[in-house]
């Protein structure tokens, strides 16, 4: 499975992003989707995980990001409101298939104060 991310940038606080991940199988096809984010000298972390029913956001983001999927587009978007300088970091398109994780380029987020 490839996964393309894009949509990352720079943007002042309070400011929005939305990013997008095209993969290259049936959204479908996944038995998980989600969103990480990693920081230098940092372990990446969550942000949004989506099994069925609700995607499960990390504390930090509820509420302010929201993440969504397009069956026609196949693909995958995490559009991230009131952003703040601690958003900042690359985030990563994440599926799982199989068993398998499969990632993203990953795309840097910069949000300046």
């Known amino acids: 499975v490839q996964l393309q991310a894009s949509g990352g940038g720079l943007v002042q606080a309070g400011g929005s992003l939305r990013l997008s991940c095209a993969p290259s199988?049936?959204?479908?096809?996944?038995?998980?989707m989600g969103w990480y984010r990693q920081v230098p000298g940092k372990e990446r972390e969550l942000v949004v995980a989506f099994r069925s029913g609700s995607p499960d956001y990390a504390d930090s983001v509820k509420g302010r990001f929201f993440f969504s999927t397009d069956v026609a587009k196949n693909a995958v978007y995490l559009k991230m409101n009131r952003l703040k300088p601690e958003d900042t970091a690359v985030y990563y398109c994440n599926v799982q298939l199989g068993g398998s994780n499969y990632w993203g380029q990953g795309t840097q987020v910069t949000v300046s104060s």
């Open positions: 199988e049936s959204i479908y096809s996944f038995n998980v």
